[in-house]
């Protein structure tokens, strides 16, 4: 039993500044990590609505011009 207790070994807390550095770098790190979540959300969404715009120009490609027979000149 003497050996275990004669083991351990007490260190000084940190200082201040030490804290204040540790927290800082804490802070950062997960700032950066909601950030990129935050991008790699977004360029989900992005992903999947320029697909659906693409799908529904296709769509509209194949539909009737109707817009298109009042627009045009009446003397060709």
């Keep these: 039993?003497?050996?275990g207790i004669?083991?351990?070994v007490f260190l000084p807390p940190p200082s201040l500044d030490e804290r204040i550095g540790s927290y800082h770098v804490t802070r950062?790190?997960?700032r950066e990590v909601q950030y990129r979540e935050d991008f790699q959300?977004?360029?989900q969404w992005y992903r999947a609505t320029a697909e659906r715009?693409?799908?529904?120009?296709?769509?509209m490609r194949g539909d009737i011009n109707i817009f298109g027979w009042f627009?045009?000149?009446r003397g060709r």
């Design 53 to 59: 715009n693409r799908r529904e120009l296709e769509k």
């Design 6 to 8: 004669n083991r351990i």
């Design 41 to 43: 959300n977004y360029c």
């Design 1 to 3: 039993m003497s050996d």
């Design 71 to 73: 627009s045009r000149r």
């Design 28 to 30: 950062e790190f997960h």
